[in-house]
């Protein structure tokens, strides 16, 4: 069974980078079919796909976000991570890492999800 | 980017009955189009995905149809662990995006 589990500062100042990390058991990050995803909800609204990164490397990200993401796989400790940068109040939301099962597959399996609250 | 639309956004039901959510989608996403569920303070469970098959351990009263730019998730007698939030997904083409979410209450 896979399991991910999002972790990084609740807490991020405008203006700076937020960063989070996903711990995957049970698949490996760097073989497989798999997609790597980051996707996030504010409180009360809907959820917004940030980007992804493949088993290969390959990396896909939302255009609205694109200028200010950057996602990347660190196999040895079998983690992948989200950097956000120059932050606003618009990006406090709940942040979850998730599994896709491929090309044009759902996303099988769900971190619980970390908040990040934006504010000085 | 496909827009993803979920009607209606709210709906009242109670246990028993029969319930179905539509969503569009701007352009053609095939068969690409995947439903979760999501309760209160969790992460997204998904349903159906490729439109319509099953995902291995949801009960059989979910079932989700459609091709092209129009679905429908349905959940026949409703039971009180259904009441959460549904959204449609579309995994056809980059940026993926969601429904805006429709909100399933006890009436």
């Known amino acids: 069974q896979v399991q991910l589990q999002e972790s990084g500062p609740g807490l991020v100042k405008p203006s700076q980078t937020l960063s989070l990390t996903c711990t995957v058991s049970?698949?490996?990050?760097?073989?497989?079919?798999?997609?790597w995803s980051w996707i996030r909800q504010p409180a009360g609204k809907g959820l917004e796909w940030i980007g992804r990164?493949?088993?290969?490397?390959?990396?896909n990200y939302n255009p609205s976000l694109k200028s200010r993401v950057i996602i990347s796989i660190d196999t040895p400790k079998s983690q992948f991570s989200l950097r956000l940068s120059s932050v606003t109040a618009a990006d406090t939301a709940v942040y979850y890492c998730a599994r896709e099962g491929g090309y044009s597959n759902p996303m099988y399996d769900w971190g619980q999800g970390t908040l990040v609250t934006v504010s000085s | 980017d496909i827009q993803m639309t979920q009607s209606p956004s709210s709906l009242s039901a109670s246990v028993g009955d029969r319930v179905t959510i539509t969503c569009r989608a701007s352009?053609?996403?095939?068969?690409?189009l995947n439903w979760y569920q999501q309760k209160p303070g969790k992460a997204p469970k998904v349903l159906i995905y490729g439109a319509s098959s099953l995902q291995s351990g949801v009960p059989s009263r979910f079932s989700g149809s459609g091709s092209g730019t129009d679905f429908t998730l349905t959940i026949t007698s409703l039971q009180p662990e259904d009441f959460a939030t549904y959204y449609c997904q579309q995994s056809y083409t980059i940026p993926i995006t969601f429904g805006q979410g429709t909100r399933l209450d006890i009436k």
């Open positions: 352009q053609t996403t095939l068969t690409y």
């Open positions: 990164i493949y088993t290969s490397g390959s990396i």
């Open positions: 049970g698949a490996s990050v760097s073989t497989g079919t798999y997609y």
